[in-house]
């Protein structure tokens, strides 16, 4: 069964370093998105992205954030200086169609771990 | 924006028992309801969704009950087992089109054997 993938699982890093999380979307999905979790708390979104280009993003997603689709297959998460208030598991989803009404299909995840 | 209110937060039912557990939301764009179960260390999973055509919809042991003018849904699950024992959360889509969901504060369901 296709499923999303997500590398690293585990990243710690210093206050101020960048870090990129990397995902391979399901491959004949179209519509990509971050998703964060602080521990114990809900699943929050981040952004959306389609046809290279930034759907929509929520008041998290600062200017310390970007995305790219830099090939046909990875999808990453850039943090330019990272915050302690970062630390979570960031979670990339895909979906074959547009809308909040259509599946998304979750990663297992990367724990980020800001020192 | 979208509030999804969840209840309970914990919740501890005996193998065999009905779990329970109830969303609310404000507005929708989509009329679609999903519920994602998270075990430890693992991505949510997609369990059951509803698009409310209907205002119930079964799946094995898993109901979704959908009350449109309450703007409220739950989830049942029937003969809960101990491989139940996830956090499940609700989501609602946002007001606009472009997928954005908005999730519950999760549900740790324990299922005692």
């Known amino acids: 069964e296709p499923e999303v993938t997500q590398t690293p699982s585990h990243q710690v890093t210093q206050m101020g370093q960048e870090v990129i999380l990397r995902c391979v979307p399901i491959s004949n999905h179209l519509y990509f998105y971050w998703y964060r979790q602080i521990l114990g708390q809900k699943v929050e979104f981040l952004v959306s992205?389609?046809?290279?280009?930034?759907?929509?993003k929520s008041e998290i997603f600062d200017d310390q954030f970007s995305v790219e689709r830099p090939d046909g297959s990875n999808f990453t998460l850039k943090i330019r200086s990272t915050k302690l208030e970062d630390s979570a598991m960031y979670f990339c989803a895909s979906s074959l169609l547009r809308g909040g009404d259509n599946e998304q299909f979750f990663g297992p995840g990367t724990r980020l771990t800001v020192l | 924006q979208q509030q999804v209110k969840q209840s309970p937060q914990s919740l501890i039912v005996q193998k065999g028992g009905i779990s329970i557990i109830n969303c609310a939301y404000e507005n929708t764009a989509f009329d679609y309801f999903p519920w994602y179960q998270q075990f430890p260390g693992k991505g949510p999973a997609l369990l059951i969704a509803?698009?409310?055509?209907?205002s119930e919809k079964k799946e094995g042991r898993f109901t979704i009950s959908f009350n449109k003018s309450a703007k409220q849904f739950s989830l049942h699950i029937m003969d809960s087992q101990p491989g139940d024992s996830a956090t499940y959360f609700c989501?609602?889509?946002?007001?606009?089109?472009?997928?954005?969901?908005?999730f519950g504060r999760g549900t740790q369901l324990t299922v005692w054997p």
């Open positions: 989501a609602a889509p946002g007001g606009s089109t472009l997928g954005r969901l908005y």
């Open positions: 509803i698009r409310p055509d209907v």
């Open positions: 992205f389609y046809n290279n280009e930034i759907s929509e």
